[in-house]
Antibody, heavy 120, light 108 residues
């Protein structure tokens, strides 16, 4: 199993950014996926979950209405569209695999993360 | 929302010690509680799922227990590679979010 995030960078407050996570080593289309983030020096914060078929999506209150999780099961890729970014969104963003199709909440494999910095 | 607390926030221990970390939730989550280990500069690693199930490849010195609102992670015979930060996570309900606890740092 390999998960590789990309798309991070430095962005001004109020702007948008799209993260990607390429998956390999398992049947991507059969399992739910998560985004989890970690602010510098802080703990883990769950961000979003998408079911295997992409129909069910759930978000943390802190990002609801601003972030959109999606997936392309033909490209084995997970996405996170982040809009109206604030400095509080700064951190390392991990994608993680869920061992269930609908999403059990467990994150059994993680990528190495992509860093997002929101700064003027 | 389900609130999570962990205690202690940090602890000092020695190789060979037994370490116990507690996680409490603000509402009954049954056994939907997971534990992760994170070392500096590394991604988290799943240790225990649904309160007491050992993830494949995780040493048997790690164990989890509890249900409802009170949960425990125990590390028997602490090894040097176990010095890390440990997080609990509730996975009771997707619409409520899968909240992580604040973490417990285990130091030498």
């Amino acid at each position: 199993v390999q998960l590789v995030e990309s798309g991070g960078g430095v962005v001004q407050p109020g702007r948008s950014l799209r993260l990607s996570c390429g998956a390999s080593g398992f049947t991507f289309s059969t399992l739910a996926m998560h985004w989890v983030r970690q602010a510098p020096g802080k703990g883990l914060e769950w961000v979003a979950l998408i079911s295997s078929d992409g129909y069910n999506k759930y978000y943390a209150d802190s990002v609801k209405g601003r972030f959109v999780i999606s997936r392309d099961n033909f490209k084995n890729t997970l996405y996170l569209q982040m809009n109206s970014l604030t400095v509080e969104d700064t951190g390392l963003y991990y994608c993680a695999r869920d061992p269930a199709a609908a999403g059990s909440g467990e994150c059994d494999y993680w990528g190495q993360g992509t860093r997002v910095t929101v700064s003027s | 929302d389900i609130q999570m607390t962990q205690s202690p926030s940090s602890l000092s221990a020695s190789v060979g010690d037994r370490v116990t970390i507690t996680c409490r939730t603000s509402q009954n989550i049954g056994r939907y509680l997971n534990w992760y280990q994170q070392k500096p500069g590394k991604a988290p690693k799943l240790l225990i799922y649904t309160a007491s199930n050992l993830q494949s490849g995780v040493p048997s010195r790690f164990s989890g227990s509890g249900s409802g609102t009170d949960f425990t992670l125990t590390i028997n015979f602490l090894q040097s590679e176990d010095f890390a930060t440990y997080y609990c996570q509730q996975s009771h309900s997707a619409p409520q979010g899968f909240t992580f606890g604040p973490g417990t740092k285990v130091e030498i």
